[in-house]
């Protein structure tokens, strides 16, 4: 055990857990990684690549090594960072990525190869033999690849979603961000303060002087307590701000649930997007460490997270509360781990200081001019090699505090590809001035750590931001500080010594979780892989899921000397969202399952799942496809009984997803004649006209029909893909186009329920519900339409058009009534024959009769290839009428056909390529496609629709459709597409 | 009157209510709608006695109301015990505007909390400062994926009204964040 006194723990809340298998007690406040080192536990992890022990490096979310798999069954969640892990009861953790017991991990042997594994070794070696990589190298590095594993099963818990506006969003909760916090909510601004820790205080928490008066963590308190207090501040534990993105948005996820045994109804994160007009960056720094030979064993922390475990979880990184601990560092900081460590009554070898005057601040051996030049120990560090005055020598320890210096926290100032701002005096990278707008960077995150200056800029940044905003704010009484030593100098690695060949082959670890060293970035150098956008790449430097928050910066110094460049010069790393993983899960905000999306249901929804309907999801609708009968095993029985039915008898199927739009206004005439390529100014009142839609650039957009209701009063109908692009269409043509035209244009869609009722017997189905309508073909011939009243009373719109090819009508009623009527029609006709039908009847019967549908109106395709050119009206403009007309899209040879198999037992397969007989089967002889296919009931095959070349100078030629993918070459004959009433006589019955 | 009965948007013979906590989530049948247009430039008409509002905000006007959905164009509103043309009606105030019935085009859903809680409510449910959605305020927003007019009525009465066919995933959408803030299962 390794506890020591003080600390914000609660000593009197123990909490029990489990590492590995292995019991172990803590107390709550603890994190994982402050709980496994109070009981002795160095050795937490391997490394990525060469499985190396490793152990916990840091106290915050920049932590490289110690990731574990926590929770398990479905809970398992890889890659877990102990470090900012809250402990909570039963909390259940294993290391990851090794074979056999950690100690002994199988694959610890890689280490033996790393002379051959070095950087780039991917590249260079996975190159040959070519046939060896899709069946050796791929899955072999495939199954390497990665830290931690997944369940592979549902993920049980929920997720949420939410929305938050503020007037100042204050990211980070330490010294800055309160003092912000405070002086924006005291002068009344909305603000939200938010930080991923489960405690406010950051730096503040783990630092033993005094503000004021009080300890740091008295005036965190106090602050805290005020905060909480105002209703205008919302305070936001837990909270990782990920991202920046445009008009002050940021993508942030509160982790609701994840410190509970179990999640309270299931609940775990919520991902938060939050509009905040201005925003502070308070988000602290992050020290460096220094390469040196054998720096990643367990016991080499760095030195602020050493000091930030002894005074805020009282606990020391050591496997005996004897063992001496050493500090290593480049300046001041590290002395203050010493410092901390010496008051606590922990045993200290000394501080080990590269700088010549390295300074003493207390009862402590220095090591001036000194470097530590290796490390020992198998599983955890026994000794280290100080290299003072020129001699090596050993001394053994329990743990080395490693200070290089401290990287402002600039990641999300570079979200908008801002470039950090080398500073020479920090020795870092400050965040850039064309950071996203209205964001200011504050305390230690802007390069001004020293507490008194986080307090003051960080009051500072919140008055100007408040400022902007024309609200006016006033500096608070902060508490005094007492000034705190940073000397440093530039020190950023312990180079191998030159004549010592043995220490050559040393390691020197940079980036810690990828497992790249000083030699990978030298072997990067002598490639010429030295732009950091090469380096990174080469190396894998920065590419973890830490994203190289310890190592970027030093990776960049080291690669500087090797070119004699300076660090700026050599290049910057930016940053993108997350700031840290974020779970797909939260991403989703709970939108799983069958709430992936919302679906949009017809109105006789109900009464189709009454009789059994299969659904088919077309875009968010639900549609019935099919009504499967008790002993219909199939569902082609279903769809071949529902097609003759409605070719023999009447069959009624729910057409409600087509669009409606309704026009009105003394425009709506010429508006329509400008939209629709044909003529739609000489349509007479009470009748009905099929139209075509171009795109801009000619090309066919949508088909469907227009209805003239009155005077000025239209219904146009579309496709039910395009419902609600048509509408976006005429609403963009009338509000820039041609906004001078009186026109209304509103989506009824979800208005009316419309329902086709189609079939020779159609004609007195309908009339057994019409009020007394005259629907005598004479009287309502085809392309009819009216209002007229049904079952007593309720106003309808009949519409005589037909999608089959048959006698057809289709009746729209208020959307309230759709349930009722299908339920009435289906009752009252069943002498009739009447037969409800689905979407693949529907598709049946209009390839039988030759319609166009989506498949045929892809966005490639023209007017003319439907046959349907003489349509696009010369006699009037519209929109994508003159494009239609130029030179490759007026001399289009391909013509719709109907295909027929030679062989009634052959398929036809739609996507298969049509080709002359006898041809090579290659694209140079592809002759058109089969772009819709079934099987016909009626015609006692399948067949198809296909765009062939010449194709209507060709009915009754054989040809060939390739389907490569299966392997299928069937002969068909071309034929009419309209395989039923060419002469569309029965429509017109 | 028509033999044939009718279903309410959630493909009931009577309208959907549920409570979770101090949250009522209701469905409102008997809400009458229809769309009105004026041509540009044209002066506002006052059928009803309704001041047709600017962008965001609703009137009121005894039985009626009205809010804006688009340039020169509102909803008119109005409660109705059984069925009417309701825009028929509205036509016969404003003859020379485009009419179009759109009762049975939306499902509204109505959702009764403390002030308090219907900020917090808000907050998981539409992209909006709560502050900014005070009483007589609409807004035509996004919700789960779905295109909703949001109306405030009061300081603890919303109404959403949204497209029809989406009246379950509507519903579901509000369910589940009334019940998750109340730690209840929907």
Same mark, same amino acid.
């Given at each position: 055990m390794?506890?020591?006194?003080g ?14 298998g292995?019991n ?7 994190t ?8 002795g536990?160095? $050795?937490?992890g ?10 916990? $490096? ?17 809970r ?15 909390l259940?953790?294993?290391s990851?990525?090794?074979?056999g017991?950690?100690?002994r991990?199988?694959m ?6 790393a ?8 590249y ?10 899709e ?11 990665g ?8 993920d ?14 204050v990211?980070?909760?330490g010294?800055?961000? $309160? ?5 924006a ?9 938010a ?10 928490l783990?630092?033993s ?26 305070l ?7 991202g920046?993105y445009?008009?002050?948005?940021f993508g ?5 649930g ?6 309270h ?20 720094a ?6 040196f ?10 030195a602020?997270?050493?000091?930030a475990?002894?005074n ?5 990184p ?7 601990i ?5 300046g ?6 010493a410092?901390d460590?010496?008051?606590k ?8 200081d ?10 402590y ?9 290796d ?31 401290w ?19 920090l ?7 064309d950071?996203?707008?209205? $964001? ?34 006033h ?12 000397k ?37 150098h ?9 380096l ?14 310890t ?27 997350p700031?840290t ?48 009968k ?7 029985q ?15 199927c ?8 309704d ?22 009142l ?11 650039d000619?090309?066919?957009?949508d ?6 209701l ?6 146009v ?9 048509v ?5 963009f ?15 009824a ?46 106003s309808?719109r ?33 002498d ?15 390839i039988e ?36 007309r130029r ?34 089967l ?21 067949i198809?629709l ?15 459709a ?11 004959e ?16 | ?7 309410t ?43 047709l ?6 009137s ?6 009205a ?14 015990p059984?069925?009417c043309?309701?825009?028929?009606e509205?036509?016969a105030?404003?003859?020379e ?12 859903l109505e959702?009764?909390?403390p002030?308090d809680?219907?900020?917090?409510l ?12 005070t009483?007589d305020?609409?807004?035509h927003?996004?919700l ?9 009525r ?12 989406y ?8 369910a ?8 209840l299962?929907?």
């Open positions: 390794s506890r020591i006194s600390g914000i723990i609660n000593r009197d809340a123990p909490i029990s857990f489990s590492f590995n292995q172990y007690q803590a107390f709550e406040g603890d994982l990684a402050s709980a496994l080192l109070a009981n536990v160095q $050795l937490v391997r490394s990525f690549k060469y499985h190396r022990p490793r152990g916990i $490096l840091s106290a915050g979310s920049e932590e490289p090594n110690a990731l574990v798999q926590l929770g398990r069954g479905a398992l969640e890889p890659n877990a960072r102990a470090t900012v892990t809250e402990l909570y009861e039963g259940t953790a294993n990851q990525n090794h074979i017991p950690l100690k991990d199988l610890a042997i890689n280490d033996l190869f002379p051959f594994l070095s950087a780039g070794f991917y260079k070696t996975f190159m040959w033999p070519r046939a060896f990589w069946k050796l190298y791929e899955p072999a590095i495939r199954r390497a690849a830290l931690g594993r997944l369940s592979f099963k549902p049980p818990d929920q997720y949420d979603k939410g929305f938050l506006h503020c007037d100042l969003l990211i980070g909760g010294a800055a961000g $309160l003092a912000a916090a405070l002086t909510g005291r002068a009344g601004a909305k603000v939200i303060l930080d991923e820790d489960f405690h406010f205080g950051g730096r503040l783990s630092e002087y005094t503000l004021g008066d009080a300890l740091a963590l008295e005036w965190v308190e106090t602050v805290l307590a005020e905060l909480n207090s105002l209703p205008n501040v919302r936001m534990p837990r909270t990782t701000i990920f920046v445009d008009h002050g948005i942030a996820v509160e982790r609701v994840d410190h509970l045994p179990t999640p109804k299931g609940l775990r994160q919520t991902l938060w997007r939050i509009t905040s007009k201005q925003s502070i960056l308070a988000a602290g992050v020290e460096r460490h220094i390469p030979a054998n720096n990643d064993r367990p016991g080499v922390m760095l602020g997270a050493m000091r475990y002894a805020r979880w009282a606990v020391t050591v496997q005996s509360a004897r063992d001496p050493a500090i290593f560092t480049n001041d900081d590290g002395h203050r781990t410092l460590l010496l008051a009554g922990v045993e200290l070898l000394g501080v080990i590269t700088r010549a005057d390295a300074p003493r601040f207390g009862d051996e220095v090591f001036a001019s000194a470097k530590v030049s490390s020992k120990g198998r599983h955890g560090l026994a000794a280290i090699e100080i290299t003072h005055k020129g001699q090596p020598k050993w001394h053994k320890v329990g743990a080395l505090g490693v200070s290089g210096g990287n402002p926290n600039v990641h999300l100032s570079s979200h908008h590809r801002g470039r950090p701002i080398w500073d020479d005096d020795l870092a990278f400050v965040p850039p001035k950071g996203p707008k209205g $964001l200011i960077p504050a305390g230690a995150a802007a390069g001004r750590g020293c507490t008194g200056d986080a307090l003051s800029t960080g009051m500072n940044a919140a008055i100007t931001a408040l400022g902007i905003l024309g609200l006016p704010a500096k608070i009484s902060l508490p005094e500080t007492l000034s705190e030593a940073h440093q100098e530039a020190f950023w690695h312990v180079p191998a010594t030159a004549v010592d060949k043995k220490r050559q082959r040393k390691r020197a670890w940079v980036d810690f979780q990828n497992d790249v060293t000083v030699k990978d970035i030298a072997l990067a002598q490639e010429n892989m030295r732009p950091v956008e090469h990174k790449r080469w190396t894998t430097l920065g590419m973890a899921t830490d994203q190289g928050k190592a970027n910066i030093t990776a960049l110094a080291v690669m500087a000397e090797l070119t004699g460049k300076t660090i700026p010069e050599t290049g910057t790393t930016i940053f993108r969202p700031y993983g974020v779970s797909l899960s939260v991403l989703g905000g709970g939108d799983i399952g069958q709430n992936f999306r919302p679906k949009r249901l017809t109105p006789t929804h109900k009464w189709a799942c009454t009789r059994g309907a299969v659904f088919v999801e077309a875009g968010q609708w639900m549609r019935a496809q099919y009504f499967p008790p002993g219909e095993t199939h569902w082609r279903s769809v071949d009984r529902e097609a003759l039915a409605v070719r023999a008898g009447v069959g009624v729910d057409v409600t997803t087509l669009g409606k739009i026009l009105q206004g003394k425009d709506a005439t010429e508006f329509l004649n400008r939209i629709y390529a044909n003529m739609m100014g000489t349509l007479p009470g009748k009905v006209r099929y139209g075509i839609m171009l795109r801009e000619g090309a066919l957009y088909d469907g029909t227009c209805a003239r009155g005077e000025n009063h239209y219904v109908t579309t496709t039910t893909a395009n419902a609600g692009l509408y976006r269409k005429m609403e043509a009338h509000q820039c186009l041609w906004p001078e035209l009186d026109v209304q244009i509103i989506s869609t979800d208005a009316w329920a419309q329902l086709a009722i189609a079939g020779p017997r159609s004609r007195e189905l309908l009339a057994r519900i019409n009020d007394g309508f005259d629907i005598s073909n004479e009287a309502f011939p085809f392309m009819s339409c009216a209002e007229l009243t049904i079952c007593q009373g309720l309808a009949l519409f005589r058009i037909s999608f089959s090819g048959e006698l057809a009508y289709e009746i729209a009623v208020p959307a309230r009534y759709g349930n009722a009527l299908i339920e009435r029609l289906i009752e009252i006709g069943q009739l024959g009447a037969t409800p039908y689905g979407t693949e009847t529907l598709g049946v019967l209009r009769k030759g319609h166009a549908a989506g498949n045929e109106i892809t966005g490639q395709t023209s007017a003319l290839m439907l046959g349907l050119g003489n349509m696009v009206s010369k006699k009037k403009d519209s929109i994508g009428a003159i494009m239609s030179g490759e899209m007026a001399t289009e040879s391909k013509r719709l056909v109907g295909l027929r198999p030679i062989n009634p037992n052959d398929p036809v397969v739609a996507g298969s390529h049509l080709l002359k007989l006898g041809s090579v290659s694209l140079e002889h592809d002759e058109g496609w089969i772009t819709s296919a079934c099987y016909s009931p009626h015609v006692g095959s399948a198809g296909g765009y062939l070349d010449r194709g209507d100078a060709r009915i009754a030629e054989h040809i060939i390739a389907n490569p993918l299966e392997g299928q070459n069937i002969r068909l071309v034929v009419s597409p309209h395989f039923i009433d060419p002469e569309g006589e029965r429509l017109r019955d | 009157m028509t033999d044939l009965t009718p279903l948007a959630l493909r009931d013979r009577d309208p959907r209510s549920a409570r979770f906590g101090a949250v009522t989530l209701s469905e409102k049948s008997d809400l009458s709608l229809a769309s009105l247009y004026i041509g540009a430039g044209r002066t506002k008409p006052h059928p009803f006695g309704l001041d509002p600017d962008i965001g905000k609703i009121n006007a005894k039985d009626h109301s809010f804006w959905v688009g340039p020169n164009q509102w909803m008119i509103e109005r409660k109705s059984s069925e043309d309701f825009a028929a509205v036509k105030q404003a003859p505007t485009a009419v179009t019935e759109q009762s049975d085009g939306f499902v509204c959702l009764e909390a002030e809680a219907m900020t917090a808000l907050a998981k449910l539409i992209n909006l400062d709560p502050h900014s959605l009483p305020t609409a807004v927003t996004g789960d994926h779905m295109t909703v007019f949001v109306l405030r009061s300081v603890t009465r919303l109404d959403f009204i949204g497209m029809r066919s009246a379950d995933s509507l519903w579901h959408a509000l589940t964040a009334a019940a998750r803030m109340n730690n299962d929907t």
